[in-house]
Every structure is written in C-alpha cells, then in structure tokens.
C-alpha cells in the first residue's frame, strides 16, 4: 500500500543518511510543498495520508412490491499504530453454519459484473461509483471481525468474512444477489452477481468506493484491482 511504501523509503533515507557527507547540502534552499506533492510517492502527514472505504447495497423488490434492502461496508485507514481494518453491517445478525459463494471466473483482478434473468418484466442493474471523502456509519451498523460468517433473523441474507471472501449473498426463492470481494488466484476482484427466475423483479446490486489522502485522477478503473488486492492482504 502506498504509506507502507513512503514509510519504507523515509526509514531508509534515516538509515543512510548518518553516513552521507553534510557539506552537499550547504547553501541548498528546502523544495516546496507544491513541488513535494508532484513527487513519486509524495509524503505524508500524521495519520492522513491514507483511506479507503467500500460500501455495498442491495435493493430487491419482489412481484408482491415488497421492499428489501442490505447494506454492508468495508473502511481500511492508517493509523498511529498501523494500517487497521472496520467492517459493519446494518442487520440483526447471528453465527452461521454456511458460507456464501462469490464466482469470479474469467477475470484476473478488479470488477467483476454477471446478471442471469429468466423470466419477463424484470428490472436489474449492478453499479459502481467512485467518490472522494469518507463513508458515511451505517445506521444500526454492527461491527463484525475477520473470519465470521453470520446470517440476519430472516435467514435470507449471510454475511461472510472467511475464506477469502468478504461480502453477503441474499438467497431468495426466485433469485440470488451477491457483492463481495474475493481472492481468486491471489488476484483481488469486487464481484456483483445478480440470478432471477420469474417476473416483475427489481433488484439493484451498487458499490461506492470512496477514498481519502491519495489522488486518482484519471487511474480510477486501473487502481480498483490494486485497492481490492490491499483489502484482501489483511486477513483474508
């Protein structure tokens, strides 16, 4: 990750720098903050230099019009003791004795989006966002830990972070949902997976990442694999 990377480099420079000559540096003016920041790797401040935040909902309203909604968030951030890892759900939740299967065949890292229909007059959508800033606590949220698998009171929704994967699957009598991040092939991939049979169904599988302390500019499709890869590194 980048501030384990900018810390390696200023523990080396204090390394090497008891044994450079310090006469090279007489008469030399200090470089700008505006000219640090063009920097490969920039540097970084206390505790700011570094966030990343996944936020994944489903919305499923079945042909009767009932309303379904759940919700599941990943933040990693740097602190002063170390890069450190949250997770939440908004749901009652209890211990499960089943995990979920998150497919990402085909595809060696990032996103990854599959939807199967069968049947008619049926309305689903996967989507991604990118934002900057921080997400926003889940109302209700639950904090959960590596290695969990839990199941909400309904029994329909299973919250996974084992074996490798990190996400929820919502098993319905006419269809399955699916978000998470998985490790397949130790490549990292956000996975979106939608399966109906029937009629009159909306379901809407949507993902924000939202980031802080670093600046993606035009990177933003070709850093989602990397970012996925870091989340998988700790712990999973």
Do not use: W
């Not at 080396?12 to 790797?41: M, Q, T, W």
């Amino acid at each position: 990750m980048r501030f384990c990377l900018v810390t390696g480099i200023l523990l080396a420079n204090s390394v090497f720098a008891s044994d450079a000559p310090l006469e090279v540096f007489e008469g030399k003016s200090p470089l700008l903050d505006e000219e640090l920041a063009e920097l490969r790797g920039k540097y970084t401040e206390s505790g700011q230099d570094f966030y990343f935040g996944l936020h994944m909902q489903t919305q499923y309203i079945n042909q009767q019009g009932v309303t379904q909604q759940v919700q599941m968030q990943i933040e990693m951030s740097n602190n002063s003791n170390g890069p450190a890892m949250r997770i939440s759900v908004a749901d009652n939740v209890s211990d499960a004795d089943h995990g979920i299967n998150l497919s990402a065949s085909g595809q060696q890292r990032g996103l990854q989006q599959t939807i199967q229909i069968a049947g008619d007059f049926n309305q689903v959508k996967n989507q991604l966002d990118f934002e900057q800033g921080n997400l926003t606590p889940l109302a209700n949220g639950v904090e959960i830990v590596i290695g969990q698998t839990l199941v909400n009171s309904s029994g329909d929704v299973v919250y996974s972070t084992a074996n490798g994967q990190l996400g929820y699957q919502v098993g319905m009598s006419s269809g399955t949902f699916s978000q998470g991040v998985t490790s397949q092939g130790g490549n990292g991939q956000l996975v979106q997976s939608i399966q109906i049979s029937g009629a009159f169904h909306q379901v809407t599988n949507s993902s924000l990442i939202r980031y802080q302390g670093i600046d993606l500019g035009v990177k933003e499709r070709q850093i989602l694999g990397q970012q996925v890869r870091d989340i998988i590194g700790i712990g999973l």
